[in-house]
């Protein structure tokens, strides 16, 4: 025997005492990711021998997951490849999720004789992280709710009256900056108390939802409306002068005078107090809308004042 063959046989048997003792999964394999060589640790995580697994293609243990074509192209790219994630069935039936590294074994002309894998089970870190991502999931949904429930009405869904009283102190000063009006209609049904006397509260709320849907897709992009008070709603108007907002109210008007509601058993009417910043300052306007709508109310309902 040749001093060269007997230092390669004896460097091949090092190598492979070093991988027995190692406690991740390596692998040998030859430049077609044949199996050559498993350690001890790697043959009792896989559970078969390596007289069985000897001459097989790695891909008949990693299974259909593995992509040879990606590992070649990685390591022309960078020298290696890191972070290959596998899937694997152990002879019991037990599944695991490999994350491995190949490096290339390269001969004295830098040819790819072959490669080294070296595998670790990541199944436990894999479970708890998606573990972490449901509550993570479970908190962001709680937040929603949490956000959802101190901004919105718990009946009908639209704003709150915080919310929609913050929105409008908002919008004033944004109108203000830019040498704008903010207006405001305040609405409400008409004859509300009769709903609830002759159907009940049930169909009460009922009507109140659908008119908050209503005045939901009425309205334009930039305006909204808020729930303010049992049958009370507070439409905020940005960059709107007191007429555009009287058309405003006089189309929703006209709409909800047209529809039936509680599946056409119900008709109903509202009437609206239209107010504008040019009347008063924002700590008066809410209450001057207010006095509008109960003047209008007085004129018959059905109406708005401006």
């Known amino acids: 025997m040749s001093l060269k063959l007997h230092s390669t046989l004896a460097l091949k048997e090092n190598l492979e005492n070093i991988i027995d003792s190692a406690g991740e999964l390596f692998i040998i394999l030859d430049n077609k990711f044949r199996i050559k060589h498993i350690n001890t640790h790697g043959l009792k995580f896989l559970g078969y021998n390596l007289e069985y697994l000897k001459g097989r293609a790695l891909g008949s243990i990693f299974g259909k997951t593995f992509d040879a074509d990606k590992v070649v192209v990685n390591i022309k790219n960078t020298g290696k490849a890191e972070n290959i994630e596998t899937t694997f069935v152990n002879s019991k039936g037990k599944n695991s999720v490999l994350s491995s590294i190949f490096t290339p074994l390269k001969s004295a002309d830098k040819g790819v004789q072959g490669y080294i894998c070296v595998s670790k089970d990541i199944t436990e870190t894999k479970q708890e992280f998606h573990k972490m991502e449901e509550i993570n999931n479970e908190l962001e949904k709680e937040k929603m709710r949490l956000k959802e429930e101190n901004t919105k009405d718990w009946l009908t869904k639209i704003f709150n009256k915080?919310?929609?009283?913050?929105?409008?102190?908002?919008?004033?000063?944004?109108?203000?900056?830019?040498?704008?009006e903010v207006s405001l209609i305040f609405c409400d049904i008409d004859?509300?108390?009769?709903?609830?006397?002759?159907?009940?509260?049930v169909v009460g709320d009922q009507v109140l939802k659908e008119l908050a849907s209503i005045l939901e897709v009425s309205l334009r992009e930039g305006d909204t409306v808020g729930r303010y008070g049992g049958e009370e709603f507070l439409i905020v108007l940005p960059n709107t002068d007191l007429e555009e907002a009287w058309r405003i109210f006089e189309r929703i008007r006209k709409r909800v005078e047209n529809l039936s509601f509680n599946q056409g058993r119900i008709n109903i009417t509202v009437s609206a107090g239209v107010a504008s910043s040019s009347e008063a300052d924002l700590e008066k306007l809410i209450f001057i809308a207010d006095e509008k709508l109960y003047k209008a109310k007085r004129c018959g309902r059905n109406c708005g004042v401006k």
């Open 162 to 180: 915080k919310y929609i009283v913050k929105y409008l102190k908002k919008a004033d000063e944004n109108s203000r900056d830019n040498g704008r």
């Open 191 to 201: 004859h509300f108390k009769k709903i609830n006397d002759n159907y009940g509260h």
